[in-house]
């Protein structure tokens, strides 16, 4: 392994050992001495990452929202390969939602006639190519969260993706149901 064996104690008093990415490779253990290379916490930050002023280059924030696949199996031990499985089904869930909206919204605008209020189409299709975008861009963060936690014997991090999506798909619903109610109340005059 190009890194070392590191203590990165969550606080809780375990005191669970994970691997520690050595992103430069080929380095001497992180335990220090001469040429020792700076060690790198679960997220793949270094203490050599952060500038002189103190702030850290764009792309490690962004590293930060989106790890990549080894930093996050670099952390813990193997889980059971079926929580694993489970976790990698749940991400490909959500990404086969976040397609479904787009292809709603984009239905909605460019398929559906006009009905109801001027632009009821535009709103709806809106909403949930919107939605869309925030699934899938929460949908890898949250395997990376989860992932994380299964590796660490930590318990599973709340999402919040759920909830918004109910409430969203419940307004689109009600806006959706009071531009059919319009559109056919006028009809009718």
């Not at 696949?69 to 059971?80: K, L, Y």
């Amino acid at each position: 392994m190009a890194g070392g064996i590191d203590d990165l104690s969550d606080g809780s008093g375990t005191g669970m050992t994970a691997m520690v990415n050595d992103r430069r490779g080929g380095g001497p253990p992180v335990s220090g001495g001469p040429g020792a290379q700076a060690p790198t916490c679960e997220t793949g930050r270094s203490s050599a990452d952060v500038r002189p002023s103190g702030r850290q280059p764009w792309r490690l924030g962004l590293r930060r929202q989106w790890p990549s696949a080894t930093d996050v199996r670099q952390v813990g031990s193997e889980p059971d390969y079926r929580f694993t499985l489970a976790n990698e089904r749940t991400f490909l869930a959500w990404i086969r939602t976040a397609l479904a909206l787009l292809a709603g919204g984009v239905a909605v605008v460019q398929v559906v006639p006009d009905f109801g209020f001027p632009g009821s189409r535009h709103v709806l299709g809106v909403t949930f190519v919107i939605m869309s975008i925030v699934i899938s861009t929460t949908s890898y963060r949250r395997w990376a969260d989860v992932e994380r936690a299964l590796r660490l014997g930590r318990p599973l991090p709340p999402s919040q993706v759920p909830r918004l999506l109910g409430i969203v798909i419940t307004l689109v619903s009600l806006i959706a149901l009071a531009s059919i109610l319009y559109s056919s109340g006028g009809a009718g005059r």
